[in-house]
């Protein structure tokens, strides 16, 4: 992802509970034990974008913490085999968000299914909140289109 592709909304996504989603035909899901909690930070499912000229799909962030934390820092890459030599990918500069309040979703990450077909994709975020800072880490799951880990506090 780069600086141009940097996008903030506010208000725009509410929090499904796993024993309330549907599956891709929109189908219940097996029936799960009832989940009452709320994840405070949460990367949301792959959104259509289509302010792409190529077919794309975004990642947010969102913060439902209840506090503004005061950056995150956004690094994605990916990596595939070619010939039984293992290529890598990186963007090369890290994004960094600024004062992101609470309710806000920042876009962390962006997939190409032309450009990154192939590859394992990955990103990784460094939250900074008033009294801590967390890393974490998850991948793209592209028959799913759905990050591996969702939840990150």
């Known amino acids: 992802m780069k600086e141009i592709h940097k996008k903030r909304l506010q208000n725009n996504f509410t929090w499904t509970p796993a024993d309330k989603r ?3 035909i929109g189908q219940p899901v097996p ?3 009832a989940d009452k909690r709320k994840p405070k930070l949460w990367l949301t499912n ?4 289509n302010d792409e000229t190529l077919e794309a799909y975004d990642i947010f962030l969102v913060n439902s913490s209840g506090m503004s934390l ?3 820092t956004v690094d994605s890459g990916g990596w595939y085999y070619d010939a039984d030599e293992l290529i ?3 963007q ?4 960094e968000y600024k004062n992101i309040n609470d309710g806000e ?3 962390v990450f962006i997939y190409h299914p032309l450009y990154d077909g192939d590859e394992t994709t990955w990103l990784s975020l460094k939250i900074e909140m008033v009294n801590d800072i967390i890393d974490f880490s998850t991948s793209y799951n592209q028959n799913t289109k759905r990050v591996d880990k969702e939840v990150v506090i």
Do not use: C, Y
């Not at 792959?46 to 974008?49: G, P, Q, R, V, Y």
């Not at 090369?92 to 994004?95: L, N, P, V, Y």
């Open 22 to 24: 549907l599956d891709n």
């Open 46 to 49: 792959a959104i259509k974008n």
């Open 88 to 90: 890598e990918s990186s």
């Open 70 to 72: 005061k950056s995150v």
């Open 105 to 107: 979703a920042i876009k």
């Open 92 to 95: 090369t500069d890290k994004i």
């Open 31 to 33: 029936p799960r034990p």
